[in-house]
């Protein structure tokens, strides 16, 4: 069974950092792409970023490109979200999720399993 947990949420005044991190089990890990989307109260769920194997392109939302940084080591069956420079617009729940390859343009359909989120609040 597929299962992701997310931790690492929290709250930080903006301008400042957070790692968030997505552990993977139940399948082998190597074989896939995991998502990282984003949903605040009243908003649509975003996409933020995606990444899948060493060879397959790295895709960033055009509100978080040269702020956040995605990352995985398959050893330990995650990845990382670096985020940095954190604004009071980046405030909601993260959410990661798995996917066969991040897709071309990283649409936002196609992902196995989701897990259960972790809220990320900045404050101003």
């Known amino acids: 069974e597929m299962q992701l947990v997310e931790s690492g949420g929290g709250l930080v005044q903006a301008g400042g950092s957070l790692r968030l991190s997505c552990t993977a089990s139940?399948?082998?890990?190597?074989?896939?792409?995991i998502g990282w989307f984003r949903q605040a109260p009243g908003k649509e769920r975003e996409g933020v970023s995606c990444?899948?194997?060493?060879?397959?392109?790295?895709y960033y939302a055009d509100s978080v490109k040269g702020r956040f940084t995605i990352s995985r080591d398959n050893g330990k069956n995650t990845v990382y979200l670096q985020m940095d420079s954190l604004k009071p617009e980046d405030t909601a729940v993260y959410y990661c999720?798995?996917?066969?390859?991040?897709?071309?343009?990283?649409?936002?359909?196609?992902?196995?399993?989701w897990g259960q989120g972790t809220q990320v609040t900045v404050s101003s």
């Open positions: 999720a798995v996917r066969l390859g991040c897709g071309l343009g990283f649409p936002p359909s196609g992902y196995l399993y």
């Open positions: 139940g399948f082998t890990f190597d074989d896939y792409a």
């Open positions: 990444r899948g194997g060493a060879d397959d392109p790295t």
